[in-house]
């Protein structure tokens, strides 16, 4: 074979080469890439905000231990580059735990301006106490390119569409549906437990000093208690959330139950020993028998614990229907 017959067949074979080389770097591209390209723009009505959403987050913010937890819950962790607010955390529940930790921490506190605008987001889902006011400014991080979703829940209905919300965000409609599902089978399996019982007079404490910070009627812990067989004290409070009522209001509504948050401070045992030892709520017949229930804040906020909340709050109520 001729020098230039050798050069000739040498030159085709780097040709081929090359386009197999081609052909499989393209076969090889992240299922993810093309996933994006079809991704289909949706719009959301985030409680008469509307949220446009014309692909797929990939670098995500959780503000308040609730919505990490969400997102957590529903397989989403890879996704997520920063919590907030884990001062109002008693930490996860056993089974998220170890992807939760993956998550890296933004602000231990309330999310701030600085490390919200720089942190790289794309998207941020978050509990509307970080909004507004001396908040984040929803339009300001729009600028940033940065859509946010506000969990802002007061009904289950409004949670469940929250979560059916993510989970046409992030093309996971059917995980979010399983998760719904089973949060309204464990509160019916609860419910009916408890159907037969007399409800139980319940003061949200949590907590005290010139009065009672409690939850109001429109709260969503009220109606977490609601299922679970209580009755709030003050559901009769309907233009806030959260509110501080005197001690003399408290000792007229007699509740038969108190439930205690538990987050950072004081501590939980702090709060108890607050009660027994203040001259006016010492006195109800609840405080003297220490019926005290005690759950953790981020349990009692609309996110993933729905139902652990409603179960927690029944066997404190009715220790007996759970034995």
Known sequence: MSKKHVLGFTALALV????????QSTSSEPMKKESEENYETRTFDNYGRYVEITEKPQNVLTLGPNSTELFV???????????????????????????YKKIPELTYGSATREAVTT????FIYGIDWEFGGEGLDVKELESFGIKTYMNSATTLEEIYQE????????????????FVTDQKSRIAAVQEKVS?????????????????FTAGGTNFETLLIELAGGKNVFDDITD???TTVNYEEVLARQPDVIVVHDYDAPSLEQKIKDIKNDPAISQLDSVKNERFVSIT?????????????????????YPEKFE
């Open 16 to 23: 081929m080469t090359g386009l197999l080389v081609g052909c």
């Open 73 to 99: 819950a529903l397989g989403l962790t890879d996704y997520v580059i920063g919590n907030s607010l884990d001062n109002h955390s008693r930490g996860p529940l056993p089974e998220y735990e170890a992807e």
């Open 119 to 122: 942190s790289g987001a794309d």
């Open 163 to 178: 979560i059916q919300d993510i989970g046409k965000i992030f093309e996971i409609e059917e995980v979010a549906t399983d």
């Open 196 to 212: 037969s019982q007399e409800p139980v007079n319940v003061l949200v404490y949590d907590s005290g000093g010139d009065g009672v």
């Open 240 to 242: 806030k959330q959260w």
């Open 297 to 317: 804040l981020e349990s009692v906020l609309p996110g993933a614990r729905m139902a652990y909340a409603v179960e927690t709050l029944a066997k404190g109520f």
